[in-house]
């Protein structure tokens, strides 16, 4: 595996070969109104469904668009474009070869054609003004640089295309709340890391789009709809006393803490790049 994976790929990568999970590698999206507290992985499985179709309804794809997905972990997104379009030229891009196996067993259909690339986030190997749509969802902030993504982004998309995606972003503990920022970020970084900007030094994301030559037209906190996700990442009847020794369940539980204390915002935005 590669320095540049998050270890908790491993995991996934295993549970996914066994059947134990699908192919969406992201949290996912309640309406708030619903949530109850104990739930199945199926009620998972739909919450990270509602997910994928809040970010696929806000890039208002098309058939016979060209799309790119920038940390297409499994395909998941891609897949479910190719069922609901026709003609379209689905991309997807990661730095692991082993997600990227994964994804070259999908099938394309309805006329519809896939394209599976190893790359760096901020060094993609793709022409200027090549794709009316861009994706990237739950993966920026594994990336070097927001800032270098964003323009990647911004370079690659044609006039009056969008790129959507959503991110996480994390705000240091207060002294008061007892959880050293050292102590979580080493955590976060052992377990979920790479993640360079780890506390959101350069994450403005209207500026970082702004100076990229981008117009944000929508933006939406997800943070109190993703939530419930913790009750499906962080095993149940986990002693939260006690070191659980592996360096993913440490994150998990750390990703879990900030979410709960007001540390942690999810949100979503759409870019559209203006025509020229």
Request: include cysteine; hydrophobic fraction near 35%.
């Amino acid at each position: 595996m590669s320095k540049e994976v998050p270890p908790y790929f491993d995991y996934l990568i295993e549970s996914f070969r066994r059947g134990g999970i699908g192919r969406f590698v992201h949290l996912g999206y309640w309406d708030r109104a619903t949530v109850t507290d104990g739930f199945n992985s199926g009620d998972f499985e739909s919450a990270q469904q509602r997910l994928n179709d809040l970010v696929i309804e806000l890039a208002a794809v098309e058939d016979g668009q060209d799309v790119l997905d920038v940390g297409c972990g499994f395909g998941g997104t891609l897949a479910e474009l190719n069922t609901r379009l026709r003609d379209v030229t689905l991309v997807g891009v990661n730095i692991d070869s082993r997600q990227l196996d994964i994804c070259r067993e999908l099938k394309a259909q309805n006329q519809n054609s896939f394209q599976w690339l190893a790359s760096d986030a901020c060094q993609l190997p793709l022409p200027s003004a090549s794709f009316d749509r861009i994706l990237c969802i739950e993966a920026m902030f594994h990336f070097t640089s927001r800032r270098n993504f964003i323009q990647e982004a911004a370079r690659i998309l044609r006039p009056g295309g969008v790129f959507v995606f959503s991110d996480i972003l994390l705000s240091k503990p207060l002294p008061d709340q007892d959880c050293p920022a050292f102590l979580s970020g080493s955590a976060l970084q052992d377990g979920y890391g790479p993640w360079p900007d780890l506390w959101g030094s350069d994450s403005n994301h209207k500026e970082l789009g702004k100076v990229s030559g981008l117009h944000c037209v929508c933006e939406i906190d997800g943070t109190e709809n993703t939530l419930p996700s913790h009750q499906f990442t962080v095993p149940s009847g986990l002693d939260l006393q006690r070191d659980p020794i592996d360096s993913s369940l440490r994150a998990s539980m750390t990703l879990r803490w900030l979410h709960h204390h007001g540390n942690l915002k999810y949100v979503f935005f759409r870019f559209d790049k203006p025509m020229a």
